[in-house]
């Protein structure tokens, strides 16, 4: 990150000054781009810029025009929500990269760490809910989202191929019904999706949540952000010797608080959608592309399977039906 060409961007972009000293920091985070913390005199900020391929162990390949549907994201939220985004400072579309706010991680945590340290806040989990109901019933009402977000090109490579059709290779038996539920997903096109929304990506912000990573960001199925939130509240229960109730208590008020928000269709057929997705993303994070690394034991991984499978095959019509059958086996 710290070559000529960056350094000649954030110049362009009058975030550096020619001749002052710049430090490049790599930060942590997920497995798709390259986050760097910028140093120069009396300011810090973020860069990030996107990877052709991600870093996993399989071949994983998306498009690099994901940071600008990424940054697109950012500014639209930061309308309705202005709180629940980092503010974009500048771009570079030509070199696939952004520059972002910097939010000092002691003051904004992350919440799957929270979460991993069973630090369960229902009262976030809600906020997290209201918000994603707000970024959704906003855009579901904006008819411009649709040419704006035109991402499945994105979309498909890095969602709906390595979660749900990879599962579907893993588990042949299942593979017609993951790609059925992979062609509803991409039909219901209604709303402004981040396409991300997992705790990795989440700040506990001093105002309430923080979303970041949009990179999948679409003109799509708000079922796909909810689902996706509610799966990781689930595997966190799945690790041995941790009590599933808390997170199962987070589960049910981020949807409860949610539910008010849906108005662009009946609620009843959004979250039929979304309970038929949630049990294929649960497995998907055991037997996909990217399965996720706190499930270490394979007696750990075998308990999403027993319990994901089934729902697949026959989901129930709500997605608090799922979290109760997952508290009570």
């Given at each position: 990150?710290?070559?000529?060409?960056?350094?000649?961007?954030?110049?362009?972009?009058?975030?550096?000054?020619?001749?002052?000293?710049?430090?490049?920091?790599?930060?942590?985070?997920?497995v798709s781009s390259d986050i760097h913390l910028v140093e120069a005199p009396g300011r810090r900020f973020c860069i990030k810029r996107a990877l052709a391929r991600l870093k996993v162990a399989a071949v994983w390949e998306a498009p690099l025009g994901r940071n600008a549907a990424e940054a697109a994201w950012m500014r639209e939220v930061g309308f309705w929500l202005p709180h629940a985004v980092p503010r974009i400072l500048g771009e570079d579309v030509d070199l696939g990269l952004f520059a972002m706010e910097f939010l000092p991680p002691e003051r904004n945590p992350v919440w799957k760490a929270e979460l991993l340290a069973q630090r369960v806040d229902t009262a976030f989990a809600a906020r997290v809910g209201h918000d994603l109901g707000v970024i959704h019933a906003r855009s579901a009402r904006d008819p411009a989202i649709a040419s704006h977000f035109a991402n499945d090109g994105t979309f498909v490579p890095i969602r709906i191929e390595p979660y749900l059709l990879a599962t579907g290779k893993a588990h042949p038996d299942l593979?017609?019904?993951?790609?059925?539920?992979?062609?509803?997903?991409?039909?219901?096109?209604?709303?402004?999706v981040h396409g991300d929304v997992s705790p990795k990506n989440i700040l506990c912000g001093v105002d309430g949540p923080v979303f970041l990573d949009a990179e999948c960001a679409c003109h799509g199925d708000p079922a796909f952000d909810v689902a996706f939130c509610l799966n990781h509240l689930m595997l966190k229960g799945a690790r041995r010797g941790v009590a599933r109730e808390a997170y199962r208590d987070a589960f049910e008020a981020l949807v409860e608080a949610y539910r008010p928000s849906i108005d662009w269709e009946p609620a009843s057929e959004f979250e039929a959608r979304a309970a038929a997705l949630l049990p294929a993303l649960f497995l998907a994070r055991v037997d996909g592309k990217s399965p996720v690394e706190y499930l270490a034991g394979e007696d750990e991984r075998e308990v999403v399977r027993r319990f994901a499978v089934p729902l697949v095959t026959r989901p129930p019509a709500d997605l608090l039906s799922i979290a109760n059958a997952w508290t009570c086996p």
């Open positions: 990150m710290a070559d000529d060409a960056v350094l000649a961007s954030l110049r362009r972009m009058g975030l550096v000054k020619v001749g002052e000293p710049v430090r490049l920091s790599p930060l942590t985070g997920g593979a017609s019904r993951l790609e059925a539920i992979a062609q509803t997903t991409l039909a219901n096109k209604r709303a402004l």
